[in-house]
C-alpha cells in the first residue's frame, strides 16, 4: 500500500540554523499538508499546497518557514532561522482530491532544536 | 476560533469491554469528522471518517456523528490491550478556494486496555 515518506526522521540543529524537512507524498495526491506536534500538545496545522502553491497557512507558519515542491515527488519545509520553540514532530499529509478528502500522514520528523 | 475538545484521560478500560471516545467541536459548517491513533512517537494514524449523521461501523470500531449536537463520537468494541493509544478526533472545514481545508486536532485522549 502506498505510504508517505519522510527524511530524516530525527533531526537536530543550533538555534539559528537553516533545516529542510523532505517529504514524499503518495503518487497522484493532489493535496499536501504540513502539520506539527509539540511534545505532549495537539497536532497543529502549518500550510496546505495544491497545484504549486500555498493554499492555506495558519499563524505558525510565519516568515521563517517556505514550502516547496521541487520536483515531480519531493515536498519541503524549510524553517530559515530555527528556534527552541521549533522544537517538535513535523508531519507531512497528503490527501488524493478527488472521491476522498482523507489525508494520510507520513511517520514524521522529529526537529531538535538545541 | 474553531476547536475541537475531547476528554485527555486517561481512559481505562479492561480488554473486553466497550471503550466510548467523545469529542465536541466549535464549528457549525465542520464537514469531515475523522478518528486517528497515535501510538506514543508515531504519527496519526486514520482509523474513521463519518460525514452523515448516524452510525458507521467498520469492524470493532463505530463512529457517531450528531450535528446539531456538534458531536462525534468513537466506540471500540471488544477491546485489545493493543487499542492502547492515544485518539485523535479531528475536523476539517471545507475551504472555498479551491483547497480541501485542513484538519482542526483534538488534544486526543489516551486509552489504556488492560489485559
Known amino acids: 500500500e502506498p505510504e508517505v515518506t519522510q527524511t530524516p526522521s530525527h533531526q537536530v540543529t543550533q538555534m539559528g540554523q537553516e533545516v529542510i524537512l523532505r517529504c514524499v507524498p503518495i503518487?497522484?495526491?493532489?493535496?499536501f499538508y504540513w502539520y506539527r506536534q509539540i511534545l505532549g500538545q495537539k497536532v497543529e496545522f502549518l500550510v496546505s499546497f495544491y497545484n504549486n502553491e500555498i493554499s492555506e497557512k495558519s499563524e505558525i507558519f510565519d516568515d521563517q518557514f517556505s514550502v516547496e515542491r521541487p520536483d515531480g515527488s519531493n515536498f519541503t519545509l524549510k524553517i530559515r532561522s530555527t528556534k527552541l520553540e521549533d522544537s517538535a514532530m513535523y508531519f507531512c499529509a497528503s490527501s488524493p482530491g478527488t472521491g476522498t478528502d482523507t489525508q494520510y500522514f507520513g511517520p514524521g520528523t522529529r526537529l531538535t532544536v538545541l | 476560533q474553531k476547536e475541537v475538545e475531547q476528554n485527555s484521560g486517561p481512559l481505562s478500560v479492561p480488554e473486553g469491554a466497550i471503550a466510548s471516545l467523545n469529542c465536541t467541536y466549535s464549528?457549525?459548517?465542520?464537514?469531515?469528522f475523522f478518528w486517528y491513533r497515535q501510538y506514543s512517537g508515531k504519527s496519526p494514524e486514520l482509523i474513521m471518517s463519518i460525514y452523515s449523521n448516524g452510525d458507521k461501523e467498520d469492524g470493532r470500531f463505530t463512529a457517531q456523528l450528531n450535528k446539531a449536537s456538534q458531536y462525534v463520537s468513537l466506540l471500540i468494541r471488544d477491546s485489545q490491550p493493543s487499542d492502547s493509544a492515544t485518539y485523535l478526533c479531528a475536523v476539517k472545514i471545507w475551504n472555498y478556494g479551491g483547497s480541501q481545508g485542513n484538519l482542526i486536532f483534538g488534544k486526543g485522549t489516551k486509552l489504556s486496555v488492560k489485559p
Open positions: 503518487s497522484n495526491h493532489l493535496y
Open positions: 464549528d457549525r459548517v465542520s464537514q469531515s
